[in-house]
């Protein structure tokens, strides 16, 4: 009876430590709108950065710009999660202060212009759970027409003389965002 016993134990065990090795070793696909994050500096060698955005690159695929970001309606800046913004140091947007901290940008797209908002909200997903009343800052940009395509949602930051510029790309349209360092 006690060998039966064991054997009974020993055969669970092992069928137990086979199906954790199994769930353990799998990982889901590669994302189809893959996160990424642009910074400034952009220079990796460098670890004081400024400012940094973390967002996924949705990807055009045939489809309009009107259709994946509609025009007049709040739009998470990317896919999936909404852009998170990390300041790291104190800056402007538009006269507005924006302290060192992590915020949500969101963008609203116009007819030749965009509306882009930093937002207290947090850890949201698309921009579903949008509310006005937790902006901290939002200005209205030029979108300017580009005459290369860019196939993925795009984002980059440049030195501008008091500050930097969030300079944000897809399809033909082209939008810069005036960030100032505050004094």
């Known amino acids: 009876m006690k060998t039966s016993k064991l ?11 086979v199906s954790f090795n199994s769930n353990a070793q799998k990982f889901s696909g590669l994302d189809k709108s893959p996160m990424d994050a642009a910074s400034y500096p952009s ?7 400024a400012i940094k955005v973390v967002y996924s690159r949705p990807q055009l695929k045939g489809r309009s710009i009107d259709k994946l970001a509609p025009k ?6 990317g896919a999936n999660e909404a852009a998170e913004l990390h300041v790291y140091k104190d800056m ?10 992590t915020y949500t940008l969101y963008a609203m ?14 850890n949201v997903w698309g921009s579903y759970f949008y509310k006005e009343e937790n902006d901290v800052a939002r200005i209205t940009v030029p979108v300017t027409e580009d005459s290369e395509s860019l196939e993925a ?7 501008s003389e008091d500050g930097v510029h969030l300079h944000m790309g897809w ?7 005036p960030f100032v360092l505050a004094k």
Do not use: C
């Open 7 to 17: 054997i009974a134990s020993v055969a669970f065990a092992f069928m137990m430590l």
């Open 43 to 49: 220079d990796y060698k460098v670890s004081d950065k």
């Open 72 to 77: 007049g309606k709040v739009w998470r800046l």
């Open 92 to 101: 402007t947007l538009n006269g507005e202060k924006v302290n060192e901290g």
């Open 109 to 122: 797209p116009g007819d030749g212009e965009w509306t882009v908002i930093v937002s207290e909200d947090l």
């Open 153 to 159: 949602f795009s984002m980059a930051f440049t030195e």
């Open 171 to 177: 399809g033909t349209a082209r939008v810069a965002v």
